[in-house]
């Protein structure tokens, strides 16, 4: 399990998180929550190199993750 980072913005089923350090997921990692539950997967990487932004696809039902941490399985 690797930290990707907070989750920064939320609009429809997508989110965005801002990465914690260069060393990224590939695009289709799954991405869990501190409790181990599935929230998602990596469908691109955006901005900076030096702190990107992460794109996840949410899946139906997740809820209050804005502002939360969230790790790659």
Same mark, same amino acid.
């Given at each position: 399990m690797k930290r990707i980072g907070e989750v920064k913005t939320i609009t429809g089923s997508i989110a965005v998180v801002?990465?914690?350090d260069q060393t990224l997921p590939? #695009?289709?990692? =799954? !991405? #869990?929550d501190e409790k181990l539950e599935k929230v998602g997967h990596i469908v691109d990487i955006i901005g900076p190199v030096s702190r990107p932004y992460? !794109? #996840? %696809? *949410?899946r139906g039902g997740v809820k209050d *993750?804005? %502002? =939360?941490r969230l790790y790659s399985r």
């Open positions: 801002q990465g914690e590939k #695009i289709g990692t =799954k !991405v #869990i992460i !794109v #996840i %696809k *949410i *993750i804005l %502002k =939360k």
